[in-house]
């Protein structure tokens, strides 16, 4: 069972253009909603987070936007490069029945930005 | 800089064989997660470990075993081999019980032959 479900798998975008990547999820205790960012032949790295008490968040370019009541959250990237093309997980985090943190990962999207 | 060393960065191995890996966490963190990924998936959670103990483990067999030493470094061992442990892996590193996102190191790949 996918608790984070994550799209469009793939997403081709014009330079310039807003990339937008949609996930939602499942478990109402999370509290913790990154975004990692992912090269090839690279680990993720950490974009942009999220807390469930915020409705939205800008670094720059990227805005996540929440919505609780509807579970969902999505990535936006404004005025899209081509050094964006990459692959963009979404992720949820919270405790589990052991008191454990644990992240739970979208399938992630690939992100190809055209010149 | 202290952020996530991992060791090696390739790797090949024959099938059947045993591999060990290495992760040295971010500076101040404290907890080591480790994850698997096949190309073009996600990141597969293998298993956590805190205080030198597994403390969550994913849905993988006991060929894949780890440690943790008390200057908070991992190792991920895998026995017997299979063509189908190809994969990234991954580690992470993230401060016990603080609400943040991981630090993933680069990876190692690893090949089974």
């Known amino acids: 069972q996918q608790q984070v479900k994550q799209s469009p798998q793939s997403l081709i975008v014009q330079k310039g253009g807003i990339s937008i990547i949609n996930c939602a999820y499942e478990n109402t205790a999370f509290d913790y909603f990154p975004w990692y960012q992912q090269f090839p032949g690279k680990g993720p790295a950490l974009l942009i987070a999220i807390r469930p008490d915020v409705s939205e968040k800008k670094e720059g370019r990227f805005t996540i936007s929440f919505n609780k009541s509807a579970k969902q959250f999505s990535l936006h990237i404004m005025d899209s490069q081509p050094g964006d093309s990459a692959t963009y997980f979404c992720?949820?985090?919270?405790?589990?029945?052991?008191?454990?943190?644990?992240?739970?990962w979208g399938l992630g999207t690939s992100l190809a930005v055209n010149p | 800089d202290a952020g996530v060393t991992q060791s090696p960065t390739h790797l090949i191995k024959t099938r059947g064989q045993q591999v060990t890996l290495r992760c040295s966490p971010k500076?101040?963190?404290?907890?080591v997660s480790w994850y698997q990924q096949a190309l073009g998936q996600g990141p597969q959670f293998i298993f956590q470990y805190y205080e030198e103990e597994e403390r969550q483990r994913g849905n993988f067999p006991d060929r894949f075993s780890g440690h943790q030493f008390p200057n908070y470094s991992s190792e991920l061992n895998v026995n017997a081999l299979l063509l189908g442990d190809s994969a990234l892996y991954l580690c992470a590193s993230s401060l016990e019980h603080l609400v943040g996102g991981y630090t993933f190191g680069s990876g190692t790949r690893l090949t089974v032959v």
């Open positions: 500076s101040g963190h404290d907890t």
């Open positions: 992720a949820a985090s919270g405790y589990n029945a052991g008191n454990n943190r644990k992240l739970i």
